[in-house]
């Protein structure tokens, strides 16, 4: 055991724990006890690593890809990285201007840890991904959550936005398409926020990392796009996870200015060093590879989509935005918090997951983790059949509540 006077860093201990860890703990145990559990929590796409990306990374080994690495990333990897933007995007960047690292969620964590000093705001629209507010936290600034309205469609209202502006305020975080809503920000919205950070000097994170996942007929807006001259104050965050189905190969990046991506090279080669060396040969693989793939993911998701959203806005009182991007859709619950099942009141997206899971089987994520509790969020990288049987006992649980 610890000394009894022995006292946790401060940092860890204003870092709340997780809202869906009763939630995931509880569906474990349904599972392990031989409960046929329907995922819809999951957030990462349902099919493998293409098979050359796999090969490429077998390859690696074989070749004796093993060793250390620049902390950086490989420049192979990073001048990949640089060809793709130039070529999807017009954007030109230098090898030296990018940091590989251990996924996108490493690559942010090393922007704030090089970023913010104590006291530093950080605006994060809400709904958000649940890791921002404690990365921020952990690296000494003060999250400050913007929220979004669904009737806008969780697009930005710069108004509002102006609302939460202090003198403290040093960067903001922009996610879209958007991890939990699907959201995806309008080209007028984001030229609104890019012209005011530019205006108050504010370092403007992008997370694009479900931009190959987009509905929209075409190109996705960018706040590079909408306003080109905040290049030097944006730093752009992305990587394979998603668009390749590579989630358990860890590897992101981030773009920015040398200043900045200098400063991450040294966290990442005081903390993890460089990425695994095989992984970041399959991700070249993948980037420098055929292209087809992140549109099979497309084609595979369109009809799932279609289906989950018209199937929760057929129930009663729930209203779902048609996601524009990304795998998730985000439906508006609250219309049932307040009643009950067998004396069990549901006050929350919290109490609903839990009920959802222990008598439907079905596992979500309560909205209360995003910032909004509203909500509950299911991912549709799943197989239709799933999908459908989802949806009845969903159906049929709200259904049953008092």
């Not at 490989?74 to 640089?82: N, W």
């Not at 936290?137 to 309205?149: H, N, R, S």
């Not at 479900?210 to 905040?230: F, V």
């Not at 358990?248 to 991450?264: D, E, T, V």
Request: overall charge negative; aromatic content about 10%.
């Amino acid at each position: 055991m610890l000394p009894e006077k022995f006292v946790l860093a401060e940092r860890v201990l204003q870092v709340a724990p997780s809202p869906t860890l009763a939630v995931n703990a509880k569906a474990k145990a349904l599972r392990a006890a031989g409960a046929d559990i329907l995922n819809f929590s999951v957030g990462e796409p349902d099919m493998t690593t293409p098979a050359h990306v796999c090969e490429a990374g077998k390859q690696a080994i074989d070749d004796g890809h093993t060793r250390y690495t620049p902390v950086a990333g490989i420049v192979e990897l990073r001048e990949a990285i640089c060809a793709k933007l130039k070529k999807d995007q017009g954007w030109e960047y230098e090898p030296d201007q990018v940091q590989v690292c251990c996924g996108g969620k490493h690559g942010l964590f090393n922007i704030f840890q090089a970023i913010l000093n104590p006291g530093d705001e950080v605006l994060i629209p809400a709904p958000y991904w649940v890791s921002y507010p404690p990365m921020v936290q952990l690296a000494g600034g003060t999250p400050v959550i913007v929220p979004l309205k669904e009737e806008n469609n969780f697009d930005f209202d710069p108004e509002v936005l102006a609302q939460y502006v202090t003198p403290k305020t040093k960067a903001i975080v922009l996610n879209s398409p958007s991890n939990p809503t699907g959201a995806v920000f309008s080209q007028e919205s984001l030229a609104a926020v890019g012209k005011m950070a530019y205006e108050k000097g504010w370092l403007v994170i992008t997370d694009d990392m479900y931009e190959e996942i987009s509905y929209i007929d075409g190109k996705l807006p960018h706040i590079l796009h909408a306003i080109p001259r905040l290049r030097d104050q944006i730093v752009l965050s992305n990587g394979v996870s998603k668009s390749f189905a590579m989630t358990g190969w860890r590897i992101g990046w981030s773009i920015g200015p040398s200043q900045i991506i200098k400063a991450m090279n040294k966290i990442q080669s005081q903390s993890t060093s460089n990425p695994a060396a095989p992984s970041q040969y399959a991700a070249l693989a993948a980037l420098t590879g055929p292209q087809d793939f992140p549109k099979q993911l497309l084609e595979a998701f369109i009809p799932r989509r279609a289906y989950f959203v018209e199937a929760l806005r057929a129930i009663p009182n729930v209203t779902c935005v048609n996601p524009m991007g990304a795998f998730y859709v985000f439906p508006n619950f609250s219309a049932y918090y307040g009643k009950t099942f067998n004396g069990q009141v549901i006050d929350g997206s919290l109490a609903l997951a839990d009920y959802l899971l222990s008598e439907a089987n079905v596992a979500s994520v309560p909205g209360a983790a995003f910032g909004s509790d509203d909500f509950i969020r299911f991912s549709f990288a799943t197989s239709m059949d799933v999908i459908k049987e989802g949806m009845e006992r969903i159906t049929t649980a709200l259904a049953a509540l008092q």
